[in-house]
């Protein structure tokens, strides 16, 4: 078996295990495709995130910052950031991260599918806001977030929901408008 053979076998091994959960065998093998030389984004986010889920975060960092560029990726790899930085005490990066992924989104684009990522995402970014003992403000125009892309005709709520995501970068929360919320 040739190296590149061998190294796509190793990287199928990988997502099998960690498709079943099994983190250590899944870090195993990710880390024998990586020692093998192989510099692949999807290997570094899966590798990332099995490092976040070990609780090894300064390596989870360290692969998921390099992800966290590529346009693909930086959503998911920004958000994990984010939760390593909360695991770890750390609730001005997590901030920091949470608003990095939220910028990432292409509100335009969403799908039904991905409403309960953005989803979580905003949860991520209401937790950050009481870590940070931020105003019930923020906390409210996150909350808004959330709610306006769960409710029936969520697709002409994005506007305001980008508006008021704008705000959340910018440093001043404000709550969604009043019909971004309503059924």
Partial sequence: ????????????????????????????????VVAAGVRRPEVEYNLGLLYQQAGRYREAVDYLTRTARLPDYAMGSHFAIAQCFKSQGDNDKAMEHFLAAASAVNMAALERE??????????????GYKMKGESDKAVATVTGLIEALRTKGWEDKLPSVSAALEGLKAGQPEAPAAGAVAD
């Fill in 1 to 32: 078996m040739d190296r590149q053979q061998r190294v796509e076998t190793l990287i199928g091994q990988a997502l099998e295990l960690q498709s079943r959960g099994d983190v250590n065998a899944a870090l195993s093998a990710y880390e024998q």
């Fill in 114 to 127: 991905q409403a309960d990522d953005i989803i979580a995402l905003y949860r991520g970014l209401a937790e």
